[in-house]
């Protein structure tokens, strides 16, 4: 009985942007959603239909949103089982009205003489064209009522598409409300239209929210020279407003819609919320709730491009020689702020906005970049004979790779310190390996991509591929070589710097 009554919501489900146009509405896009388990459970599927259909249709424009359920037989409740009541289990996913009779919904939309003159919810934050198509970026508080309503009807879409996405509360107080930003990205066509068509196509979204951070002033005592935070005096509730208090901006949800993926949205979206950041001086970093991998892809590409220019600019790189070589020393401790430049690394990243994690991996990338690819592992280098010569390797190439490795251990260290501390020695070292030696194959991909956007021209000895084909075609053949040589249990350890974890319970010593 059970599969054959049985559907699988992710196909189940179709979700339809619709338009006017001469005589019934027109289908703009059909898709289906990624995830359905936060409204039909974790197997993601629907129990008592045959031929089962939903299909959500939005008005492109205003996402005014219909809900049509089709099947061909319903199963006939038998003692405790029956068919799934579906309209309850969508009814805190999409608004009541969203049930109202399709010939309702369609002459609605077909009819609706204010189509023309639509425009987004909030104020117009930025333009952009591609392939000769143009595209806008509208920005409004939720305090907005048009921005409350649209989300309202679009909130499904969180549950569809991005993983463990939870619905905003629009019912919030007003402040609340208004720590919020929504960001919506439209295309405005110039063809001509019906009148009861709006030039406007909904593409994605983005949400923020404004936390407040507390920025303690010192003072010193003139008696013992001590510093302490000077008192606190709270500003008055009328005051002031979410906007003007120092805050860090946090994207909470992205979104670009299936059909328009891969097309720069992401990252045009991206980028309207980052000048925003950058241009409101109360913002003092940007950050993201709970990133899916695509959004650190979208996050690393457009990152790289503010931050190695900077790093560039400043010669930022790895001091290889952090000891007076006329002393005789074991490695005890990572002498970072001898390593890096820590004050202009301090600076850009002030300066730039980007957060603590995020900058520190793309600082990692950027060093990484540096050495010569065949002094790294990714390139062949020998990793065995750099662990036994350690920083006293002659190579200066050598010697910035094993000082990098060191500072990404010690990061990876010190973000899961109270989870490793608890691990034996041996065990604490091939967790902080594992887990550095993944990151590194992380950056390596990632370099790889930078380098084939970059390298674009051909070359100039007749070749017709171009520098990135090149490098891209060498580096995926030496990355294959070496995750072959991980898979095999008798190849040697690549990471014996057993000094990097200590089993005593302390924190590791370099
Ligand atoms: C905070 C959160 O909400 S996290 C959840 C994020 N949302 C989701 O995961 C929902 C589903 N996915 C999406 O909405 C979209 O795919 C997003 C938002 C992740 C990305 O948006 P898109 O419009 O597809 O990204 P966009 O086309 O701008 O691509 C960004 C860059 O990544 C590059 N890129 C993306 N994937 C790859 C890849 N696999 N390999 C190489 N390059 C890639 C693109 O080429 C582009 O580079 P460019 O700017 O140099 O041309």
Redesign the pocket.
């Known amino acids: 009985m059970g599969d054959e009554w049985s559907s699988d919501a992710n196909e189940a489900v179709s979700i339809e942007l619709v338009e006017a146009d001469a005589n019934a509405l027109r289908t703009l896009h059909r898709f289906h959603p990624?995830f359905t388990y936060p409204i039909f459970g974790e197997e993601e599927r629907i129990f008592g239909y045959k031929a089962l259909d939903i299909t959500f249709r939005f008005a492109a424009h205003d996402l005014r949103p219909n809900c049509i359920i089709s099947y061909d037989r319903k199963f006939p409740a038998i003692a405790d089982t029956a068919a799934l009541d579906i309209r309850d289990a969508l009814k805190d996913f999409i608004p009541a009205a969203a049930f109202a009779k399709a010939i309702d919904f369609e002459e609605t939309v077909q009819n609706d003489s204010s189509a023309q003159d639509f425009t987004p919810p909030g104020k117009l934050v930025k333009s952009y064209s591609r392939k000769g198509r143009n595209f806008e970026i509208w920005s409004g508080s939720l305090l907005d009522s048009r921005v409350r309503e649209t989300i309202n009807r679009m909130q499904i879409f969180i549950s569809f598409?991005?993983e463990a996405?939870t619905p905003l509360n629009t019912t919030d107080a007003d402040w609340t409300l208004d720590r919020w930003t929504v960001y919506f990205v439209y295309e405005k066509s110039s063809r001509p239209s019906p009148p009861t068509r709006s030039p406007y196509t909904f593409i994605?979204y983005a949400t923020t929210y404004r936390f407040y951070t507390f920025r303690p002033r010192y003072q010193t005592s003139p008696e013992s020279g001590d510093a302490h935070v000077s008192d606190i005096v709270l500003p008055s509730k009328e005051e002031i407003t979410a906007a003007a208090l120092p805050s860090r901006l946090r994207?909470?949800?992205?979104?670009?819609l299936p059909p328009?993926?891969?097309?720069?949205?992401?990252?045009?979206l991206y980028n309207s919320i980052y000048s925003y950041a950058l241009a409101d001086s109360t913002i003092r970093e940007l950050t993201?709730?709970?990133?899916?991998e695509?959004?650190d892809?979208?996050r690393d590409?457009?990152d790289w491009k503010v931050l190695e220019p900077k790093f560039a600019a400043t010669d930022v790189k790895i001091n290889t020689s952090p000891f007076d070589p006329s002393q005789k020393r074991r490695l005890r401790r990572l002498p970072t702020p001898k390593l890096l430049p820590i004050e202009t690394l301090r600076s850009i990243r002030s300066e730039t906005k980007i957060a603590p994690r995020q900058f520190a991996r793309q600082l990692e990338m950027y060093l990484l970049s540096l050495i010569p690819f065949s002094h790294r592992a990714a390139g062949g280098t020998n990793l065995t004979k750099l662990l036994i010569q350690k920083f006293k390797t002659s190579d200066p190439h050598d010697k910035s790779y094993y000082w990098w490795r060191l500072i990404l251990k010690q990061r990876i260290f010190k973000k899961n310190r109270d989870v490793l501390l608890q691990l034996e020695g041996n065990e604490r070292q091939q967790k902080i390996d594992e887990a550095a030696r993944a990151q590194e194959d992380e950056y390596e991909k990632l370099l790889l991509?930078f380098a084939t956007?970059k390298a674009k021209e051909p070359l100039k000895n007749g070749n017709s591929e171009t520098a990135g084909e090149v490098l891209v075609k060498e580096r995926k053949r030496k990355l294959v070589v070496d995750e072959d040589e991980d898979d095999d249990p008798n190849s040697p350890s690549l990471e014996p710097d057993a000094k990097v974890a200590r089993s005593d319970g302390k924190i590791p010593q370099f």
């Open positions: 990624k598409f991005i996405g994605g994207i909470s949800q992205f979104l670009i328009h993926q891969s097309s720069g949205h992401g990252s045009a993201v709730e709970d990133p899916s695509e959004f892809m979208l590409i457009n991509i956007s």
